[in-house]
DNA sequence: AATGAATGAGCCTTCATTCAT
DNA sequence: GATGAATGAAGGCTCATTCAT
């Protein structure tokens, strides 16, 4: 109908350049509203100011307020599986975790930062959301293994290139408790923000001596 | 007005029995609610009817809906610490938390267990809201202050029972270790349910190692 | 749970009187409203006000704007069954309908008056929307057959007081004719208001003959 | 601003071949929309995508939707009239108006057939917005009269044929019972679909011969 | 103490209409 | 002429809260 552009309500079309860039302008106001209020909380309304457009437009991106949620998680879900792959694994890993941890126990959100987690809040939200929305669960579970996947193939080249020997239980081990220290640390920093940081630097300390080395 | 009996409405009368068994219900309600719903789509009206009481009377027991929710973080972050404190740590410290983490897992509420955690769901909610309300924040880290309290002692406790020398900051880092471990395979339980669990006891046998013999 | 009192909202107790006279009072101004507006430009609001009550408690009574237009559809059929009952085959018929035909003329909704068709719009509304709504068909023509048994039952007792021999077919042919002028006219009556009355009341005796002594 | 032709938006000018032919789409598009779904359901996007044009094109050949329902109903009345004065009354009348009491009994949209009310639930919706519309009753009724006067014609043709003496009191009796039957059948179709067809045929057999030879 | 009817603010969503291109 | 992005005013509906009984 008309072959020089594609509407953004017309499902079969490749999104054009300007409503791809209207979606991410209305995902991070999402994303702030979100972070600031919860997703049940926050209003289309709060979100449509916060981009700056009227509430109706917000319907030519999106279907509803539920297919928001799932593409602002979508998005920070490969937006934090990036993060993991831009950042290998390095002798300084205690040093940016306890500057992360920093950011964490501000509030702030994290931007430009390599964090998995950028916003603490959003990360707590999605989490409860997966245990109620199957549909999120699944879109939660598979992005997980693929950074599961990620994190592997670090501790395997760590290893190669130690001389260590490749043990796949023990990098499954490894793997795992490196990824449950990282988000326990989240959870720690909003529940007690007060921690002294040498306490959080020898806590790391030992469980990445742990993930590095056994 | 009711001669017999001091109502809950009266803010300078201690509550009666009654009114503290009713209270009781309504949480127990709540919290049901609270865990497959979360904090705002749960209804008043989903809580009364849950709690087998009238929409109306609930407001004689709390001033309104936000009332409800500090009301049960409150009550859940004591039954927490009190979990903590009942269940001394032990040499089956692993096998508990791999039983706990099943149950997680699953995305079942814990009744009659001695969980830190009874719903990660809930847990993760409040974390959330602690980071957008500075009541909750400071509800949460009041409380959190005892429970590390709580842990530390247990670990000094092992400590001169196995004739270790007592090492305060290292105590304070054991301490961060063990409640990060917990909480982050809480997480862990959620976004990945499928782990498997020798993996998940390996790992933590490798950080229990840590907390229990550094 | 409360054993005195059953709510309108729940769908297992039979409904209280006061349920019954407010749903009664919703129906009342419904109608006036559908009659004035349609169903789809009629706005709850409308329906609500000229109730007299808050929008929110229509809710209680009403599933949505769709259950009114179906409840309001049922009753008006319901009563218009009870008009044919209660109006008994007479000589006067021609009178009747052009009396009825009168009130349709101007436009009026009929009350008190032993009508058909108590509303010329809202028999038309209905009508267009049994097009549409698969589940509006169906109502719509269990009651038109009991309408019509209720007719055909008419004539037949009208025939055996005059000695008249009983033919099944003739009394369906009867039935149909009867039915077909009557609404028939009231289409007449509302697209061309003007027409004379004497020629209005020809025709209906040519018609009633043959309905009457065929 | 077009220097070669004169635009739809210009009123003083007379709208191009080209422009009619638009509207013309427009109003078919248009009508198969307010036919499946009423005149207020159907949104004006139903219309553009059903013509094939933009929603912002619509406005250059109608003021608004209203004024969209209106050249509709003009039109549609036209074609009605068109209808009857290229069908002459026959022997077989009935048999046509049985054949398309069958399509209307389906709910179908008839095109191409000489009926004088197209869809049912069109010629419904129009009449009740009739008894809304000053406008809209009016153009109905100046539509009407020259339709009883297209129907009288015939009628006066028919006996000056067959030799009858003219008698206009008659004549005005005959067309009112010939519109009001057909008018009313209509109404029987939508509203009990599953009438034996003979029973139509016999109840029309014995209308048709009051309407042509009394 | 207890009920549940009643309210009204506000939420999500739709849609007629306008406007820049 | 033509597009479709953008707006803003409602509309249907929900729900925390109040109140008469």
């Not at 017309?10 to 979606?23: K, V």
């Not at 997966?130 to 598979?142: C, E, F, S």
């Not at 501790?155 to 990282?182: C, K, P, S, Y």
Request: one cysteine or more.
């Amino acid at each position: 109908m008309a072959p020089h552009s594609s509407a953004p309500h017309d499902p079969d079309a490749a999104p054009s350049a300007r409503a791809e860039s209207q979606r991410e302008r209305i995902l991070d106001a999402a994303q702030r509203c979100f972070i600031a209020r919860g997703f049940h909380a926050a209003t289309v309304s709060d979100i449509a100011t916060e981009a700056g457009i009227s509430q109706g437009l917000m319907y030519r991106y999106f279907d509803n307020k539920r297919a928001m949620i799932l593409a602002l998680i979508e998005r920070q879900l490969q937006s934090d599986q990036q993060s993991m792959r831009r950042n290998p694994l390095s002798a300084d890993i205690v040093e940016n975790l306890l500057a992360i941890h920093q950011l964490w126990t501000r509030g702030e959100s994290i931007a430009g930062v390599d964090a998995a987690i950028a916003s603490v809040a959003l990360y707590a939200e999605i989490t409860a959301e997966a245990q109620r929305d199957p549909v999120v669960a699944d879109v939660l579970q598979r992005h997980d293994r693929l950074t599961t996947q990620t994190v592997c193939d670090w501790l395997r080249q760590h290893d190669l290139a130690r001389g260590a020997a490749i043990d796949e239980a023990g990098l499954q081990r490894r793997t795992l408790l490196m990824r449950t220290v990282v988000e326990g640390l989240a959870m720690r920093a909003v529940r007690d923000p007060d921690i002294a940081p040498q306490t959080v630097r020898a806590m790391l300390a030992g469980a990445m001596a742990q993930v590095l080395n056994d």
